[in-house]
């Protein structure tokens, strides 16, 4: 009755409510925000399986939960774990991906765990070897849960390394203590979110020559605005490798094909780039989303190539469609960096974005193009955010409707301008 009471209590009126009974109503409120958490990670979860690409224009789910919720970049990649590993995935081969920790899902339903003890848990049941039956795997995981029914993180950590000690005895295998003969492997690989990467072993003099490289590169960036660079270590290890793939296939003093610098060709049909419908071809990859296409398309290294109804190539298009040296300075003195609102990436990790597309025979001039990185490039071509020059000549950004129905423009206040 107590707590029924304070149920109906204002926050001005809590002094009257005794003690009793705060400690019950902030029981009740902390179990009423797990299960709202859990909610909202089941539509997430269903947001991922339709494809966010599809759903929100983002490339990844904690990509979408960043830029929506407007949390740190660590939150956002940790609540995005807690729905891939709590729900089931997107469907491969016709099978759904099967959830990590589905009786960890159940007690976050009730209310019973929160998201510091879920990641424990989920910590746990990744490291557990494939080898291990399913049968084993359940069983340890509702140890775990039980536990974080009364227990905190640390404690479930704890349970957890007793576990994998009893399910994995032997541990990881022996590293080898000669690695001098290591032969080198890279393997292309698509993970469960749809995200596309690598994995590879190298060998000593490799690794040191490609972490040289990259070292100056993923240095993070000179604070602007006060304001620091808010990528994680591996984050600018990510740009920094981006940005030596790039400058590869730019550089005139490395390799090329047929004789000339390193160009990807993207193909598809005259009728899919007319509708802004289809699937187009990328090469070395295979089938794309003619977004995926578009976006690519601003791109000066890849060359699109338009098939008529029989296939024939009707036209090998041009790269010469790229931002000249003195539009780069003057795209780097209005935009200063990425432009669109709230984003701290510097100049070095931006390219020009056609306002209006170039093959849409948007111009190349400076009151059609923006700066943006590659996470925000995406995002523009994906989803229905809108980007304008404004009448005093700088950008401004129209979200969509489901984030602010007002369409108030918006504007980057993170770089200075001069």
């Known amino acids: ?6 149920s109906q209590t204002t926050s001005a009126e809590w002094w009257r409510v005794d003690t009793a009974a705060l400690h019950a109503r902030k029981q009740e409120l902390e179990v009423l925000k797990r299960r709202l958490d859990a909610e909202q990670n089941a539509v997430l979860a269903e947001i991922n399986s339709r494809g966010v690409r599809g759903c929100s224009g983002h ?7 960043f830029e929506d919720f ?37 007690a976050a339903a009730e209310g019973a765990i929160g998201g510091s003890q879920i990641d424990a848990i989920i910590r746990t049941l990744a490291r557990i070897p494939s080898t291990v039956s399913e049968e084993r795997v359940r069983g340890g995981e509702k140890i775990l849960v039980d536990l974080a029914r009364h227990a905190g993180p640390r404690q479930i950590a704890k349970a957890g390394r007793r576990l994998l000690d009893k399910l994995d005895p032997d541990g990881k295998e022996p590293r080898d203590e000669d690695p001098k003969d290591v032969r080198p492997e890279l393997r292309f690989v698509k993970h469960r979110d749809g995200t596309l990467g690598l994995k590879g072993t190298l060998d000593l003099e490799t690794y040191a020559r490609l972490k ?3 070292d100056p590169m993923a240095k ?8 620091r660079d808010s990528r994680t270590q591996d984050e600018r290890y990510g740009d920094a490798f981006t940005d030596y793939v790039r400058l590869k296939t730019s550089s005139r003093n490395l390799p090329g094909q047929a004789g000339e610098a390193t160009h990807i060709l993207v193909t598809m049909s005259y009728e899919d780039l007319i509708r802004d419908i289809g699937e187009a071809h990328l090469d070395l990859v295979g089938p794309i989303s003619a977004t995926d296409a578009r976006i690519l398309a601003c791109d000066a290294r890849v060359r699109p190539g338009v098939l008529g109804t029989e296939g024939e190539p009707l ?4 790269s010469k469609r790229t931002v000249s040296l003195a539009q780069k300075y003057a795209l ?11 984003c701290d990436m510097p100049v070095p990790r931006c390219t020009a974005h056609h306002i209006v597309f170039w093959r849409h025979h948007g111009e190349t001039k400076i009151d059609n193009l923006v700066l943006l990185c590659s996470r925000h490039h995406r995002l523009i071509h994906r989803s229905e955010w809108k980007v304008r020059i404004a009448q005093d000549g700088l950008p401004e950004f129209i979200a969509p409707a489901y984030l602010d129905p007002t369409g108030e423009p918006r504007r980057n206040t993170m770089h200075l301008r001069t």
Not at 1 to 6: H, L
Not at 315 to 318: A, L, V
Request: glycine residues 10%; charged residues 20%; aromatic residues 2%.
């Open 212 to 214: 040289s490289d990259l």
């Open 220 to 227: 993070p960036h000179k604070a602007i605005d006060g304001v």
């Open 315 to 318: 036209d090998i298009g041009r």
């Open 1 to 6: 009755m107590a707590s029924d009471n304070a």
């Open 59 to 65: 490339s990844t789910l904690a990509a979408m939960i």
């Open 332 to 342: 780097t003195i209005r935009d200063g960096g990425c432009a669109f609102p709230g």
């Open 70 to 106: 407007h949390v740190t970049e660590k939150e956002a990649n940790d609540r995005a774990d807690r729905v891939l590993a709590l729900h089931a995935g997107p469907s491969i081969g016709g099978d759904p991906t099967p959830p990590l920790a589905p009786l960890t899902a159940e």
